[in-house]
């Protein structure tokens, strides 16, 4: 039986927890489908998911779901270019910015 999405986040609750540090506090509109009802990045089973592959771990699983986004949402393309190679990487290689603060995360989850 699937989890029916908690509104507004209890952050109480390790769900909520996770959605405060990712963040996804807010159910969103589809652009592509505005008659479509808002959702959060994440459904609360997906949510579920990353604290029982962590082990409730809150901040890992809070992590792993920013990675997780900041991956879906970068760029697939690869840019080869002629020599010489520019010394500074194209935006689209750039690492994410979402990157650090997931391993902001894991590190604190790590000292608790």
């Given at each position: 039986?699937?989890?029916?999405?908690?509104?507004?986040?209890?952050?109480s609750?390790?769900?909520?927890?996770?959605?405060?540090?990712?963040?996804?506090?807010?159910?969103?509109?589809?652009?592509?489908?505005?008659s479509?009802?808002?959702?959060?990045?994440?459904?609360?089973?997906?949510?579920?998911?990353?604290?029982?592959?962590y082990?409730?771990?809150?901040?890992?699983?809070?992590a792993?779901?920013?990675?997780?986004?900041?991956?879906?949402?970068?760029?697939?393309?690869?840019?080869?270019?002629?020599?010489?190679?520019?010394?500074?990487?194209?935006?689209?290689?750039?690492?994410?910015?979402?990157?650090?603060?997931?391993?902001?995360?894991?590190?604190v989850?790590?000292?608790?």
């Amino acid at each position: 039986m699937p989890i029916t999405d908690v509104t507004p986040p209890d952050y109480s609750t390790q769900i909520g927890q996770v959605r405060l540090l990712i963040p996804d506090t807010e159910k969103l509109a589809n652009p592509a489908n505005p008659s479509a009802a808002a959702e959060y990045l994440f459904n609360d089973s997906q949510v579920t998911a990353f604290l029982s592959l962590y082990a409730s771990n809150v901040k890992k699983a809070a992590a792993q779901a920013i990675l997780l986004k900041a991956s879906t949402t970068a760029p697939l393309s690869v840019t080869f270019f002629p020599a010489p190679i520019p010394t500074s990487p194209p935006a689209h290689l750039r690492m994410s910015k979402s990157a650090p603060v997931a391993s902001l995360l894991r590190l604190v989850a790590t000292e608790n």
